[in-house]
């Protein structure tokens, strides 16, 4: 029964993620695929897996204890802070503070986590603003 209304929670915020991305504004010269193109794929993929346990649940699920919810939820709280600072510090710095955050707590030791959120910031940097050219947020460094 908790698979499925789990899964009725996620096809809800699924439908909802759509409708809010269909107020997406369009550009008058936009490339083919458009800005709302990403929002749709992420609205679709949450639909289907969240359909998936609707239609083929669970006999016995195992619920995280309580460890494993304070976990998920300073995981929460991490991208929650991410997307508030983004603007202010930039991609760059507050990717590598989030990668490093989450990396430490999925179990590396702390040098390794900050290591992590460095090379996962700067790679991500390169890759979609270097390579792609897309426009990520500048902070007070200029990157």
Do not use: K, Q
Not at 106 to 135: D, E
Request: aromatic residues 12%.
């Amino acid at each position: 029964m908790s698979d499925r209304i789990f899964g009725a929670v996620c096809v809800l915020l699924s439908i909802f993620y759509i409708w809010v991305a269909t107020g997406i504004d369009l550009p008058f010269l936009a490339d083919p695929v458009g800005p709302r193109a990403f929002p749709y794929i992420i609205g679709a993929m949450l639909l289907v897996g969240g359909a998936y346990p609707i239609i083929r649940p669970d006999d016995e699920p195992h619920w995280p204890n309580l460890r494993a919810w304070m976990e998920i939820l300073f995981a929460v709280a991490i991208m929650v802070a991410y997307a508030m600072v983004l603007r202010d510090l930039g991609f760059v710095a507050s990717t590598a503070i989030a990668s490093a955050l989450l990396s430490w707590r999925l179990g590396a030791t702390p040098i390794r986590a900050a290591l992590a959120g460095i090379g996962i910031a700067v790679g991500i940097y390169v890759c979609f603003h270097l390579i792609l050219g897309l426009s990520l947020a500048r902070g007070p460094w200029g990157f």
